[in-house]
């Protein structure tokens, strides 16, 4: 395998840890200069599709969600975030690791997850710098 090939399939391995297939629509809300941009190309590579803008009201399967401390009502971010979602859709929740600035605390994941009736199924390290939570409306809602 060459060089570039096994780095595809690495760069495509970032957007399988997330679980995501060819032919999903992903749309990214949140989007700054500190976003990691590997993992942004892997999930368009892998998907096979560009992915939306937070502007976007197209219907999607996964909404990737770019958040740090400081960046507003999570609540809300998340609220909005599932209006978009397909059935059966997913919201990743990016946020900068421990011990990294603005850092998210995983309690407030959690309570404004539960508040917004979103269960969270897993965790992931999704990039050098950031975590994944993978957060889903309850089976009702898919």
């Known amino acids: 395998m060459s060089a570039t090939a096994g780095q595809a399939q690495g ?14 629509v992903v749309q990214e809300i949140g989007w700054d200069e500190d976003v990691e941009d590997e ?18 009201y197209d219907v999607v399967d996964v909404v990737l969600l770019w958040w740090r401390d400081g960046d507003g009502d999570l609540f809300d971010a998340l609220t909005s975030a599932m209006r978009v979602l397909a059935d059966g859709g997913q919201i990743w929740l990016l946020t900068p690791k421990a011990g990294r600035d ?34 889903v409306p309850p089976k009702g809602r898919r």
């Open 39 to 56: 993992l942004r190309e892997s999930i368009e590579d892998l998907t096979g599709n560009e992915l939306l803008d937070e502007d976007s």
């Open 11 to 24: 760069e495509r391995g970032l957007a399988e840890r997330l679980g995501l297939k060819p032919g999903q």
């Open 102 to 135: 603005n850092h998210v605390e995983p309690s407030d994941i959690g309570e404004d997850a539960t508040t917004a009736g979103l269960s969270q199924t897993s965790s992931i390290s999704a990039a050098p710098d950031w975590s994944g939570t993978r957060l």
